[in-house]
């Protein structure tokens, strides 16, 4: 008989699905916004490659080491924040680790697509990579605005609610009732 009232009401626990979005980590906003800087790197790093000649080449490695890496790390970073996976790496500060890579990210992009804006050799192929560089510095750049916005600054020292003395907590003085306003209790 219990069976009976309970049964149409009560739903089984789902099997969490690997994929999570939203989560606490990546809300929808940031997520596409993470995969745009993942097509955006990968296309940076496409259109340099297909440069074949330079003046100076140094600039164009550094420019091809940052837009390699962050097209790598950040497709990884965005499949450990949008499955479950980042559960099993071990670590703690996600927010943290997100938010300090995505800015030393967005500062290298900044500085391999000046100065390899700066030494090439004007190709038109050079051109369109470093502007592509720098749209991916401002994908970056909206990935922690966004960031931040959503969640806060990661190292913003919390509000401590002990006590400063270091003693035990205490007790309040303040009796539940007020006092009548005859002054008897």
Known sequence: MANDVYAPTTVSDPKPSFFRIPSDL??????FVKLLEVLLSFVTF???ETISSCLRCSP???????SCSAFLFTGLLLLLLSTCLHE?????CWPKVDFVYTALIALLFLISSI????????SSKEIISVVFGILSF????????????????PFKKEQNTEPTSGGPAQPEEQKLNPPLANGAD
């Open 26 to 31: 990546l809300d929808k906003s940031r997520f």
């Open 46 to 48: 496409v259109l340099e």
């Open 60 to 66: 164009l490695y550094f420019f091809e080491f940052v």
């Open 88 to 92: 099993k790496v071990g670590i703690s």
């Open 115 to 122: 100065v390899f804006a700066a030494e090439n050799g004007g």
């Open 138 to 153: 401002i994908m970056f750049v909206a990935d922690l605005v966004f960031f931040v916005r959503s969640s806060g600054f």
